[in-house]
RNA sequence: GGUGCCAUACCCAAGUGGUAAGGGAAAGGUCUGCAAAACCUUGAUGCAUCGGUUCGAAUCCGAUUGGCACCUCCA
């Protein structure tokens, strides 16, 4: 069955067709370690775990590659930008280093704790410094940069398609510079881009490098497209990233990936929409800082989140509240306790064969492939939990099915709750059977709810009281 | 100022021409000493507003209103 897929470069659903038979290249713009990554920066690295898992899903075999942006990522495009781990290294007066090292273990620390699959490579910028001078002097070769003042800037004037993928007016977003910018006179058109830094207003950088230009650092857009030739070739299948990167970073990775090998670069682009709070768009610096560590103090499981953003189609603009997350977690619980019964029930995995089961499967991969439509296939799990017809192992193996590309954890789900009592608490709840028994109903309420100051929930049933931890 | 996206029940959210998925919340019921839990049942005659195209529109076109994003580091 055909993948369908939505092409930014086209803004149309796509056939997709990887250039190598069955084999895709994956590139995905990974994190800034300045920082956490907050839940927004998590949403996006969350769609293409679930891209990758429906190339896979679908027979394709991912190289899949994300970068480390721990250089050069600057907090204005000028030549006088800040880097941003520099600047968290003045504020917390630790290296520049153990800065990107502390946040790239958080980073991974989260990718883990969502079931995300991790990438086949896994390269950060400043170990590939050579790979990018070396982009660069086939730029200059090839007649796209000059430099001023003491920078190497990428000319948007010696390609005839920059901005393609944006779709950008050039003469109006000339026009349409914010007063508050401050203009980088040394640039010949605005839009032209930093390849090579030498020169920065914010005192001395840590990381610097030699090169034909000077010691410097690279500009931040030029890593990309250095390692992602240099792992997947010139030309390669998907890239992806945040909707923000499109007008700006992609825009001029394509400029100079195309510029320096006379190639199409990428043939798919796909671009994760944003998450955003209350107040509108997420950022680091604004309102309360997201970070999947804080949902967890807060009593979420990181498989709440998970399934809140499989609720939610990637290219639309999801809201986030604490509310939503609530009813995510509970929608997740309730998903858990079907499969906990069906397990009680004996169901086991098995290969799939009657029409039902099969139709659920087909109904499944279609919506998946068809441009990653998760909210539609979280319908799909429901109707097999709630379809009487199929049998327990049925039901199960179609859940284990549908957690390749869920990654919920379903497999993990025992049978039974292996919740093993304090003392203090089976005693009480003897106590309140005998009470029960004896129909001393206030003494019985009471101990009820000494138990759920205890944490313990009581289940009355036909056939006696149980002990449930309340979560 | 320029560009683009969106507007679906109490909330979140699918659905791109054929008569409104799903989840949560809520209500009712069964059960219970009473609760809780569990299980069952119920939900938009309508998809911001107005107009148009069509046999037929939430879905296409136009206008209006409202919200958001991007153009500046940002997932």
Redesign the pocket.
């Known amino acids: 069955m055909p993948v369908l897929l939505y092409n930014t470069m086209s803004r149309k659903l796509e056939v997709f067709q990887p250039i190598h038979d069955t084999e895709v290249g994956l590139y995905s ?1 990974g ?2 370690v300045y920082n956490y990554a ?1 839940i ?2 998590l ?2 690295f969350l769609f293409e775990d679930l891209l990758k898992r429906t190339l896979l899903l679908s027979g394709f075999s991912v190289n899949h590659v994300m970068n480390i942006t721990d250089v050069g ?5 000028g030549d006088d ?1 800040e880097d ?1 781990l520099e600047r968290m290294a003045q504020k917390t007066h630790e290296s520049v280093w153990e800065i990107a090292r502390f946040y790239t273990e958080a980073f991974f620390k989260d990718y883990d704790a969502l079931n995300m699959i991790r990438p086949n490579v896994v390269c950060k910028a400043t170990d590939h410094i050579q790979q990018m001078i070396d982009l660069i002097k086939r730029l200059e070769a090839g007649g796209h940069t000059y430099v001023s003042g003491g920078n190497v800037y990428f000319s948007i004037d010696s390609i005839d398609d920059y901005g393609k993928l944006a ?1 950008l ?1 050039l003469d ?2 000339k ?4 007063e508050e ?1 401050e203009e980088d006179g040394n640039k010949k058109n ?2 032209d881009f930093v390849l090579w830094f030498t020169k920065s207003k914010h005192g001395q950088q840590a990381m610097m490098w030699d090169s034909p230009w000077g010691r410097g650092f690279p500009g ?1 857009h030029i890593e990309c497209s250095a390692m992602s030739m240099h792992y997947l070739g010139e030309s390669f299948d998907i890239h992806c ?9 992609h825009t001029n990775e394509i400029a100079q990936s195309e510029a320096a090998t006379g190639k199409k670069w990428v043939n798919y682009w796909l671009h ?5 709070d209350e ?6 610096s604004k309102g309360e800082f997201l970070t999947l560590g804080l949902l967890i103090d807060k009593g979420f499981d990181p498989m709440d989140y998970r399934y809140f953003c499989l ?3 990637y290219r ?4 986030f ?1 604490f ?2 997350l ?3 977690r ?2 997740r619980k ?1 998903v858990y ?2 499969i906990q ?1 069906l397990l009680s029930q004996g169901a086991k995995q098995i290969e799939l064969t009657s029409t039902a089961a099969l139709a659920y499967k087909a109904a499944f991969l279609e919506h998946i492939q068809n441009d990653l ?1 998760t ?2 296939t ?2 799909d799990l ?2 097999v939990l ?1 379809d009487e017809a199929l049998d327990p192992s049925e039901k199960y193996s179609l859940c284990l099915f549908f957690d390749r590309i869920f990654g919920l954890r379903l497999d993990g789900i025992a049978a039974v709750r292996a919740e093993v009592f304090p003392q203090e608490a089976l005693d009480l709840l003897a106590r309140r059977t005998e009470a ?1 028994q004896a129909r001393n ?1 206030p003494l ?2 009471t101990l ?1 709810a000494e138990l759920d100051a205890m944490g313990y ?6 056939s006696g009281s149980s002990l ?1 931890k309340k979560m």
């Not at 026009?175 to 914010?178: I, L």
């Not at 990233?241 to 970073?249: E, R, S, T």
């Not at 994760?272 to 955003?276: A, D, K, R, T, Y």
């Not at 639309?316 to 809201?319: G, M, P, R, Y």
């Open positions: 713009c994190p800034t907050h927004g920066n949403r996006t990522h600057l907090t204005g495009d930008g941003k779709r007016n109006s977003l026009t349409a510079v914010r910018v605005s839009k931040w990233g945040g909707i923000d990167a499109i007008p700006v970073h994760g929409e944003f998450l955003l107040t509108g768009k997420m950022s680091k609720g939610g189609h639309s603009q999801l809201k509240s509310e939503s609530a009813t995510a509970t929608a309730n306790e079907r019964n439509g909210p539609r979280l319908a429901w109707g709630k029960k109903w019985a309420d009820r929930l009581v289940k009355d049933t036909p449930e």
